[in-house]
């Protein structure tokens, strides 16, 4: 069975500075999906990485994919509020019974004025 | 845009109950999932669909049943419901996720029921 990782689960960070959550997952997979909840509200999905080496950027967002060592990051570039929320990433992977999404257990994260 | 409706955003009902919980798509999608979310544990993946009447056990069926009669609807069933299936379930649909062609389709979600048995 396919396991993703998340690191941390939750994260505090100030307004304006950088970090990275970090994804692991256990096998050979050919995609990986990053999606943002906000509080009460569903699952958006926000990146889509399809090789190694791929990097995806959306505004203070920019995720990236080592095939090779199985692990995506999601780097957050000086902080603001608005992105405050719950990110998960997933991974397709081949089950008994077909493809199917692996998600990770989310990190929480929230920007602090 | 894919709109995925569940029937009900917070639902109470009482332990020994039967619990229907039903999801619809509007994207003509093969593929259709329940998942529970619980704090520190994300999404689980309880049962999926990727066909009408198709059903498959995810990571933790017990408890649960689903039905899938029309390709748009797929119903997830708490035989009997108890307390420890307090939770927030989401459902998604997605077009067929065939491996190592460059089909990326991510799932699409509904907007979750908050469900509490009492």
């Known amino acids: 069975e396919l396991k993703v990782e998340q690191n941390p689960l939750f994260l505090s960070m100030q307004e304006g500075k950088n970090y990275t959550i970090y994804c692991n997952y256990s096998?050979?997979?050919?995609?990986l999906y990053w999606y943002r909840q906000d509080p009460g509200k569903s699952l958006e999905s926000l990146f889509v990485?399809?090789?190694?080496?791929a990097v995806k950027q959306e505004g203070r967002l920019m995720a990236s994919l080592d095939t090779k060592a199985r692990l995506s990051t999601l780097h957050i570039t000086a902080a603001v509020h608005d992105l405050s929320a719950t990110y998960f990433c997933?991974?397709?992977?081949?089950?008994?019974?077909?493809?199917?999404?692996?998600f990770g257990t989310g990190t929480s994260l929230t920007v602090i004025p | 845009d894919v709109k995925v409706t569940q029937s009900s955003r917070y639902l109470v009902k009482r332990t020994g109950e039967k619990v229907f919980l039903e999801c619809v798509q509007d994207?003509?999608?093969?593929?259709m999932f329940w998942y529970r979310q619980d704090p520190g544990l994300g999404l689980r993946l309880i049962y999926f669909?990727?066909?009408?009447?198709?059903?498959e056990k995810g990571d933790i069926p017990e408890g649960y049943s689903v039905s899938r009669e029309k390709k748009e609807r797929f119903s997830l069933i708490l035989e009997s419901a108890s307390t420890n299936q307090t939770s927030m379930y989401l459902c998604?649909?997605?077009?067929?996720?065939?491996?190592?062609?460059?089909?990326?389709?991510?799932?699409?979600f509904g907007d979750g029921t908050r469900l509490s048995i009492l």
């Open positions: 998604a649909s997605s077009p067929i996720q065939p491996l190592f062609r460059r089909v990326h389709q991510p799932q699409h």
């Open positions: 096998t050979t997979s050919d995609r």
């Open positions: 990485l399809l090789s190694n080496g």
């Open positions: 997933a991974v397709v992977g081949l089950s008994n019974t077909g493809n199917q999404f692996y």
């Open positions: 994207m003509d999608h093969e593929n």
């Open positions: 669909s990727y066909d009408v009447k198709m059903k």
